[in-house]
C-alpha cells in the first residue's frame, strides 16, 4: 500500500491516545455500532479526527487483506521518525538508570511487533535498529504492537556500531544475548544503564556487534530442549529480568 494504516482496536486507541496528530482520519465498518467502537469515535471526535464509514469490503481494500477489527487509522504522510540525533535527548529524558534494546537485524515484522510491545511494558526508552536489512514500523508491525508502537520510541540508525559506540561513551552497559555465553543473564547486573542487544531471527547477533558488547548471556534451558527461543520471546525475558532487579512493581 502506499499510504500507511493502523489496524484493530488496540493500535487505534493507541494511536489516538498519544498521537492523534499524526491521525488523517478513521474510517470505521458501517455495520459496526458496539461499545468498543463507539468509545473510539467519541475519542477522535474529541481530537478533531475526521472520522469516515464503509462497508467492510472497503476497509479489507484498504487494509491489504489484514485483520482490521471493523476500524483503520489513516497516518499522516509526515510522521515523527526519531534518528540518531535523536539518543542524547531520549537518554536524558529517562528518570532512572536507562534500558534500551537494541535489534540487530530482526527482519520479521511479526517479532519486531512483539518486541515492541514487551519494551514498552517493560518502561525501555527506546527501541534501537539499523535502518538497512531489517525490519521498520509498518501496519502489521503496528497491528502486532498493539499501541506500543506509539508509546516507544522506535530509532532506525545508519550505523549500529557507530551507535553501540557513543553509547558506551555515555556510560550505557552494552550487554549481548547470545546462546552460547558462559554467563547467564541472572548473573548480570541490569541495575546500570543497560542497552540490551539481540540478533536477528536465525544468525543472531552480528560479529561487529558481538565485538562491541561489554557483556554476553544467555538465557538458562533444560538440557535436551529446544536450542533457542523466538527472539521476541527472548527479548520478554531479558527486559524484564531488568526490571525485576531494578525493583519496579
Not at 538497512?132 to 502489521?140: F, K
Amino acid at each position: 500500500m502506499a499510504e500507511e494504516w493502523i489496524h484493530g482496536l488496540h493500535a487505534v486507541a493507541a494511536a489516538l491516545r498519544y498521537e492523534p496528530r499524526q491521525l488523517r482520519g478513521l474510517w470505521v465498518e458501517r455495520q459496526r455500532r458496539d461499545a468498543r467502537i463507539q468509545s473510539l469515535l467519541d475519542e477522535a471526535a474529541s481530537r478533531g479526527v475526521p472520522i469516515r464509514q464503509a462497508d467492510r469490503s472497503e476497509l479489507d481494500r484498504l487494509s491489504g487483506g489484514v485483520r482490521h477489527q471493523g476500524i483503520l487509522a489513516q497516518l499522516a504522510a509526515q510522521q515523527r521518525a526519531y534518528g540518531e540525533a535523536d539518543l542524547p535527548a531520549l537518554l536524558a529524558a529517562a528518570t532512572g538508570p536507562a534500558l534500551l534494546l537494541v535489534l540487530d537485524g530482526v527482519q520479521d515484522p511479526h517479532n519486531l511487533g512483539a518486541c515492541l510491545r514487551s519494551a514498552a511494558a517493560a518502561g525501555v526508552q527506546a527501541v534501537i535498529a539499523p535502518a538497512d536489512r531489517a525490519a521498520g514500523l509498518n501496519a502489521t508491525v503496528r497491528k502486532v504492537a498493539s499501541g506500543a508502537a506509539e508509546i516507544v520510541p522506535f530509532v532506525s540508525v545508519t550505523n549500529l556500531a557507530r551507535t553501540l559506540r557513543w553509547l558506551q561513551e555515555q556510560g550505557v552497559w552494552i550487554v549481548g544475548a547470545v546462546g552460547e555465553a558462559e554467563d547467564n543473564l541472572y548473573r548480570v547486573d541490569f541495575t546500570l544503564p543497560t542497552a540490551i542487544v539481540l540478533g536477528a531471527e536465525e544468525k543472531g547477533l552480528r560479529r561487529l556487534t558481538r565485538e562491541l558488547c561489554d557483556r554476553l548471556a544467555r538465557i538458562p534451558m533444560v538440557e535436551g530442549g529446544v536450542e533457542s527461543l523466538n527472539v521476541s520471546v527472548a527479548t520478554g525475558v531479558f527486559l524484564f529480568e531488568a526490571r525485576r532487579q531494578r525493583g519496579i512493581d
